[in-house]
C-alpha cells in the first residue's frame, strides 16, 4: 500500500486542499482529505489524465473533481500494476528514450524523402491511371471554353498562307508521334498579348501557340521540336497528373506539418511548399523535353534546332521582364528548369 | 469617479515606461469613489501585494522527442493520429505554464479534433477537386461554397473560441467563451467591410473592437477578463501608426538593397564572374517578405502588450513585460535556425518563443487569492445550449 500526496480540487471552485491519496490492491483507491479517509475511488473508473513530460499528473473523477500529483514515477508504475493507460503509458515511454527518438528521427527523414522523390509521383501515376481520357478531355474543352470568355486570347494576326504551312508541319509531326487513346491533337493559332511567345498544350489535345511564338520560328524543325514537346505534355497527361500530385503532396505536407497554431510558422512551411510543387513542375517539364529529344533523334533533327528556339524564347521573354519589374517574384518561382541547363540537355545529345 | 481624461493619461504614456517601470502603475494617485480601478485593488490594504512571474517550464530537448513521435506516429497513420498529436502537443505547452504554483490543462479530445479535421479536408477537397474539373458550372459552385465558408467565419471563430476554452482548465476550472454569433458579425465581417470604404482610418478601431470581443468574452469558470483601465482608441491609433512607420521604414530599406544588390553585381561582372540576375531577385523578394511579416509580428506584439497591461480578472491584475522589438528578433533568428536546420530546430524554436512570451507575463495576488484564486463556480452546460449550431460546437475547427 503505498500513499502519493497531492492537491484535491472540487471542480466548483478553485481553492485546492491538500490530500493524498493510498494506492490499494485491485485498482482501489482510498482519498484522504484533511487527514480524514473520505471515499473510495477505482483507478478504471476515473480518467488518469496521460502523463506528459514531468509534469504533474491528474486523476479526474465524480462530477469535475480533480487529485493533482506530483509523484509521476509511483502513480505510472501503480498504473501499471493495475494495467491501465496502456497506449498513454507507452507514448510517453517512447518520448523519453533518446534512442527510440533517434530511430524515429531517422524513420521519419527517411519515409519524408523516399515519399517526395518516388511515393507521391509513383501514386500519382498509378491514380491517373485510374482515371480515363475522356477527364481529360472534358477538362480541356471546359478550359478553352473559359479561354473564350476572357480576352487571353484574340484572333490570329498570321496570314491565311502561313496559317496553313504551320497546320502542314503540325499534321507532319503528330504523325510520328505516339498516340494517347482517347486524345486527338489538334493546333490552334491565336494572338495574345498578355503572354507574348508562347505555346500551351491544353490536357484535351489541342496546343495553342501565339503568333509571338511563330515570328520567332527561323526553321521549320524548330517549330516541330516545339510540338513535339508540348506534345509530350499531353501524352504523359501533366494537366491531371500535376492536381493529383498537388493534392497528394498537400496532403502529404498536412500530416507533416499541420501542426502550426502561428502565423509566421505557417510562411515558413509554406516556402517549402510552393519549392517541392516548382520540384515537380520541373520534372513534368524534363519529360517532355526528352519526349521531344526521342522525337527528333528517330527524325534526325538536331538538338540545337530546339536549344536555338528554347533561348531565342528567354531572351525574348528576359526583355520582357526588364520592363516589368513585379514580375520578379514569377521568375524567382519559376516553373521552368533553368533554361542554360535545358539548352545543354539538347546540345549535348546532339553531339 | 475616475475622469475618462485620466483614462486616457494612464494610457498615452509611451508603452515603454510601462514595460520598464513596473512602479508606474503605483505612483498613480488613487480617485475617491466606488468604482474599482487597477490602481484601488493595488494599493488597498486588504491584499498583501505580490507579483508573481507566469513560469514556463519546457525544455527544447524533452519537447524535440514530443514532436518528433508525433511526426513518427502521424506519418505512419497516414495523418489520423494528427489529432492525437495536436492533443499532446497542446498539453505539452499548457502543462508547463505555471501561473502561482499551478499548471494549466488541455481537455480536449482527440476524437473531436479528427472530426474538425475531417469536415475541413472535405471542405477543402470539394473546393479543390471543383476547381480541377475546369467545368464552368463547377466553378461556379466552388466558388459559391468559398463565398459560404467565407460568411461561416464570424460562426467558425465562435465555435473555435469556445472549443478551445472550454478545454482549458485551470485549477480543476474551465475556462469559457461568452460571445455571440450576432456580435462575431459585427466585429469581424460588419466593421472589416468598412475598412476600405474608409481607406483604412478604421482599421485601429476594428482592430480594438475585436480584441474587446475576444478578451472580455472569456471567462475563467463565471469570471470575464476585464480592461481596467478601458482600452482606448486612442492606444491602438498610435501602435497602427508606429506600424505604417515601420513599414515604410523598412519598404526604404528595400531600395537600399537593391542598390547594394546591383553595385555587388556590377563588381561581379567586373571580375568576370556573371551572376545570374535571378539570384539577386531571390535576394530581394526575401528581404520583402522578411519586411512584410517583421511589420506584422510587431503589430502582434504590441496588441499583445497593450492586451495584457491593462487585462484584469476579478481583482487580479496582469502585466506583461514583452519587448516588440525584442520579440520580432526571436521569430527572425528562430525563422533563420529553421532554415538552417530544415526545420529540424522547430521544436526549440518553438519553446523559446514561449517561454519568452509565458515568462513575460506576471500576475499580482495576494494571501488570500492564492488559496482561493477564484471562487468561481464551474460553469454548467444548461447556460450554453441556447444556440442553434451548438452540437457543431463540440469539435475543433481548427482556428
Not at chain 2, 64 to 70: E, T
Request: charged letters at 20%.
Amino acid at each position: 500500500m503505498q500513499l502519493i500526496k497531492g492537491d484535491y480540487f472540487n471542480g466548483k471552485s478553485s481553492a485546492s486542499q491538500s490530500a493524498s491519496l493510498e494506492l490499494g490492491d485491485g485498482g482501489i483507491m482510498g482519498l484522504i482529505l484533511a487527514d480524514q479517509p473520505t471515499r473510495e475511488l477505482s483507478i478504471k473508473q476515473s480518467n488518469v489524465m496521460p502523463p506528459i513530460g514531468n509534469t504533474a499528473m491528474k486523476i479526474c473523477f465524480g462530477d469535475g473533481e480533480q487529485f493533482v500529483t506530483d509523484e509521476q514515477q509511483i502513480l505510472k508504475s501503480y498504473m501499471a500494476s493495475c494495467g491501465v493507460g496502456v497506449v498513454d503509458r507507452t507514448i510517453h515511454m517512447l518520448e523519453n528514450r533518446w534512442g527510440m527518438v533517434i530511430a524515429s528521427l531517422l524513420f521519419t527523414v527517411v519515409v519524408v524523402y523516399s515519399t517526395y522523390i518516388y511515393g507521391i509521383p509513383m501514386a500519382t501515376r498509378t491514380i491517373t491511371n485510374l482515371i480515363p481520357t475522356t477527364n481529360d478531355r472534358q477538362i480541356g474543352e471546359n478550359l478553352l471554353q473559359l479561354f473564350d470568355k476572357t480576352t487571353i486570347f484574340a484572333e490570329t494576326e498570321i496570314s491565311e498562307k502561313k496559317q496553313q504551312h504551320f497546320h502542314k508541319l503540325f499534321n507532319n509531326t503528330i504523325s510520328k508521334l505516339p498516340q494517347r487513346q482517347g486524345l486527338q491533337y489538334q493546333l490552334k493559332i491565336h494572338h495574345s498579348d498578355l503572354l507574348g511567345a508562347n505555346a500551351i498544350a491544353i490536357p484535351s489535345g489541342t496546343i495553342i501557340v501565339t503568333d509571338g511564338f511563330l515570328r520567332l520560328v527561323e526553321d521549320n524543325r524548330e517549330f516541330k521540336g516545339v510540338i513535339a514537346h508540348e506534345v509530350g505534355h499531353i501524352y504523359y497527361r501533366h494537366g491531371v497528373r500535376s492536381t493529383i500530385q498537388k493534392s497528394l503532396l498537400s496532403f502529404a505536407l498536412i500530416i507533416l506539418v499541420g501542426d502550426t497554431s502561428n502565423i509566421l510558422e505557417d510562411i515558413t512551411q509554406s516556402i517549402p511548399i510552393l519549392l517541392t510543387q516548382t520540384g515537380y513542375s520541373r520534372k513534368f517539364e524534363q519529360e517532355a523535353d526528352r519526349f521531344a529529344l526521342e522525337y527528333m533523334r528517330k527524325e534526325q533533327i538536331s538538338g540545337s534546332h530546339f536549344a536555338n528556339i528554347l533561348s531565342r524564347l528567354t531572351n525574348r521573354n528576359k526583355q520582357k521582364k526588364q520592363n516589368e519589374s513585379k514580375e520578379m517574384i514569377e521568375s524567382y518561382l519559376s516553373t521552368h528548369p533553368a533554361t542554360k541547363e535545358r539548352i545543354k540537355l539538347f546540345i549535348d545529345v546532339k553531339n | 469617479m475616475q475622469t475618462e481624461s485620466e483614462n486616457q493619461a494612464v494610457t498615452s504614456k509611451p508603452m515603454d515606461s510601462v514595460f520598464t517601470d513596473p512602479s508606474f502603475l503605483q505612483t498613480q494617485n488613487t480617485p475617491d469613489g466606488d468604482s474599482t480601478t487597477r490602481e484601488d485593488i493595488e494599493q488597498s490594504e486588504d491584499y498583501e501585494k505580490i507579483w508573481s512571474q507566469v513560469q514556463f517550464t519546457g525544455t527544447g530537448a524533452e519537447y524535440f522527442r514530443i514532436w518528433i513521435v508525433n511526426l513518427l506516429l502521424s506519418i505512419l497513420t497516414l495523418g489520423i493520429y494528427s489529432a492525437w498529436a495536436k492533443v499532446r502537443r497542446t498539453r505539452y505547452f499548457y502543462n508547463h505554464v505555471n501561473i502561482d504554483g499551478h499548471n494549466l490543462e488541455y481537455t480536449a479530445r482527440p476524437w473531436q479534433i479528427l472530426k474538425g479535421r475531417i469536415i475541413a479536408a472535405l471542405v477543402l477537397g470539394i473546393i479543390a477537386g471543383l476547381s480541377a474539373t475546369a467545368n464552368p458550372t463547377a466553378l461556379v459552385v466552388a466558388g459559391v461554397i468559398q463565398l459560404g465558408v467565407f460568411l461561416l467565419i464570424p460562426v467558425i471563430l465562435v465555435l473555435s473560441m469556445r472549443f478551445a476554452l472550454h478545454n482549458t482548465q485551470y485549477r480543476a476550472i474551465n475556462f469559457d467563451f461568452s460571445g455571440r454569433y450576432k456580435q462575431a458579425y459585427a466585429t469581424f465581417l460588419f466593421w472589416p467591410m468598412l475598412i476600405i470604404p474608409t481607406l483604412g482610418l478604421i482599421l485601429p478601431f476594428v482592430a480594438k473592437k475585436q480584441v474587446e470581443f475576444l478578451m472580455e468574452k472569456t471567462l475563467l469558470g463565471k469570471t470575464p477578463f476585464e480592461f481596467n483601465p478601458q482600452l482606448t482608441s486612442k492606444s491602438f491609433y498610435w501602435i497602427y501608426a508606429k506600424f505604417i512607420g515601420l513599414i515604410l521604414a523598412l519598404g526604404f530599406m528595400k531600395f537600399i538593397f537593391e542598390f547594394i544588390g546591383a553595385f555587388v553585381l556590377f563588381f561581379l561582372h567586373k571580375f568576370g564572374i556573371e551572376q545570374s540576375q535571378e539570384n539577386l531577385q531571390i535576394f530581394i523578394v526575401t528581404i520583402y517578405l522578411i519586411v512584410l511579416f517583421s511589420s506584422t509580428i510587431w503589430l502582434q506584439l504590441s496588441v499583445f502588450g497593450l492586451i495584457w497591461n491593462q487585462a484584469c480578472l476579478d481583482n487580479i491584475i496582469f502585466k506583461t513585460t514583452l519587448n516588440p522589438y525584442r520579440g520580432l528578433w526571436i521569430h527572425i533568428s528562430n525563422m533563420i535556425l529553421r532554415v538552417i536546420t530544415l526545420g529540424l530546430a522547430a521544436p526549440w524554436c518553438q519553446i523559446r518563443w514561449t517561454r519568452y512570451k509565458i515568462e513575460s507575463l506576471s500576475v499580482q495576488t495576494n494571501k488570500e487569492m492564492s488559496a482561493s484564486f477564484i471562487a468561481a463556480n464551474k460553469s454548467g452546460k444548461d447556460g450554453n445550449i441556447a444556440e442553434g449550431l451548438d452540437d457543431l460546437g463540440g469539435m475543433d475547427l481548427g482556428i
